[in-house]
């Protein structure tokens, strides 16, 4: 069983930063994908940056250049460093890791594991 909790979310300025923090347990290199997906009340699942089994990271093109997806295995921690950030950033993030069939950035919030959420506010 896979189990995640994110943290680090809260209320920021635009153009602030935040770093979010995903402690996992469970996770084995057969999950494949690990990343992050974001989903405000009302719209549709976003996906936000992945990593898929060799460390490469994938990123959305509404966040491609200010967020930065990294994990530390000693920790088992992911992180999404989020700089430049705008009020459409806005959502509750959400780790994951899971199995894609195609595409880890396509996929994720669709499938596999993921943790209750942490909430990021910016304002204009």
């Known amino acids: 069983q896979v189990q995640l909790v994110e943290s680090g979310g809260g209320s920021v300025q635009a153009g602030g930063s935040l770093r979010l923090s995903c402690a996992y347990t469970?996770?084995?290199?057969?999950?494949?994908?690990m990343g992050w997906f974001r989903q405000a009340p009302g719209n549709e699942r976003e996906g936000v940056a992945t990593?898929?089994?060799?460390?490469?990271?994938y990123y959305a093109e509404y966040v491609r250049g200010r967020f930065t997806i990294s994990k530390d295995n000693a920790k088992n921690t992911l992180y999404l460093q989020m700089d430049d950030l705008k009020p459409e950033d806005t959502s509750m993030y959400y780790c994951?890791?899971?199995?894609?069939?195609?595409?880890?950035?396509?996929?994720?919030?669709?499938?596999?594991?993921w943790g209750q959420g942490t909430q990021v506010t910016v304002s204009s």
């Open positions: 994951s890791a899971f199995i894609a069939t195609v595409s880890c950035l396509d996929e994720v919030g669709t499938t596999g594991y």
């Open positions: 990593l898929d089994g060799d460390g490469s990271a």
């Open positions: 469970g996770y084995t290199d057969s999950m494949y994908c």
